[in-house]
């Protein structure tokens, strides 16, 4: 695969996310853990996506178990997320962001950026309009930080 709009996902619900709906928009995707320090992002993220969804941004949360900090089930996730931190932007399954069990997504978005490993939660990568990885940001950037650069690609 060569670019992301070939790519799809599996929301927590089992609906489909068929990337090439996000034509034309900017994406936000994050690899999401519920019980990481970095967990109060998601409601940082939430108020970005609020903000910004009519202007044609979204937020896309992947969460990963594979630094051992999310809950058991998809619903459990779901759940947690909702009622501690108000999320309503798109969530997948569970998925595995480094290694033999690599979700093709994160193989491509690292390949894109160059940057080798995922090393913790809350990686996130900015995706233009046109399609292309602008950016990758570490899990210490909060979504606060990273508003000027979704400004700037939201006026592309």
């Not at 034509?23 to 970005?48: D, R, W, Y």
């Not at 978005?109 to 490993?117: M, P, Q, S, T």
Request: proline share 4%; glycine share 8%; net charge negative.
């Amino acid at each position: 695969m060569t670019a992301i709009y070939e790519f799809s996902e599996t929301e927590m619900n089992g609906f489909t996310i068929d990337f090439k709906d996000y034509q034309g928009k900017v994406l936000l995707i994050v690899n999401t853990a519920s019980k990481c320090g970095f967990a109060p992002q998601l409601k940082g993220l939430e108020e970005l996506y609020q903000k910004y969804h009519d202007q044609g941004f979204e937020v896309l949360g992947l969460p990963s178990n594979q630094f051992h900090q999310e809950l058991n089930s998809d619903q459990e996730t779901s759940d947690y997320c909702q009622m501690h931190y108000g999320v309503t932007f798109p969530m997948t399954k569970k998925v595995a962001v480094n290694g033999g069990n690599e979700d093709p997504l994160f193989t491509y978005l690292k390949n894109e950026v160059g940057h080798g490993r995922i090393k913790w939660n809350f990686t996130k990568f900015l995706i233009g309009r046109d399609g292309q990885v602008l950016e990758r940001f570490a899990p210490i950037t909060t979504p606060e930080k990273i508003e000027p650069k979704i400004l700037e690609a939201l006026n592309k």
